[in-house]
């Protein structure tokens, strides 16, 4: 019976770590499977790298993306970390119904407001100093 009391622990453990760890990574990485042997010709992706492009063909292991017009690269399945929804437009792109705001004007002025003219260094902005005892220096004791 001291054995198996040693032992147990261990086991637990073990058990854990499956459904905590490996289940769920074998899970994803099934998925990621599914998804790469999915694609076709016209799917809008997104590479491990951040890259997004179109699928022009896929050729066994291997899929040719259009990252611009006119622009064709060859990848392997795997790098393909997930297919784009039209829903799922890059946050740096802007959409076509927004205005296009030229933030760095706006971020330029502002900045300029607070560099002083003589020596190009950014000003402190200090509160005004309040004159208290009459003048009379404070930490000295009076008798």
Do not use: H
């Not at 074998?26 to 992706?45: C, F, H, I």
């Not at 993306?65 to 792109?93: F, M, N, Q, S, Y």
């Not at 971020?107 to 003589?118: H, L």
């Amino acid at each position: 019976m001291g054995q198996l009391g040693s032992i147990l622990p261990l086991i637990l453990l073990v058990v854990v770590f499956y459904f905590l760890l490996i289940r769920p990574q074998r899970k994803r990485q099934q998925e990621a499977t599914r998804m790469q042997n999915s694609l076709g010709p016209g799917a809008r992706v997104m590479t491990t790298t951040g890259l997004f492009a179109t699928v022009v063909a896929v050729e066994n292991e291997d899929v040719v993306l259009e990252v611009a017009p006119g622009i064709e690269t060859r990848w392997v399945k795997a790098a393909i970390g997930r297919v784009v929804t039209p829903g799922d437009a890059p946050a740096d792109e802007p959409l076509a119904d927004e205005p296009v705001v030229d933030v760095a004007a706006d971020d330029t002025a502002a900045d300029e407001a607070k560099v002083d003219d003589k020596d190009d260094t950014p000003r402190e902005e200090t509160e005004p100093t309040v004159e208290r005892n009459g003048g009379k220096d404070s930490s000295s004791k009076q008798s």
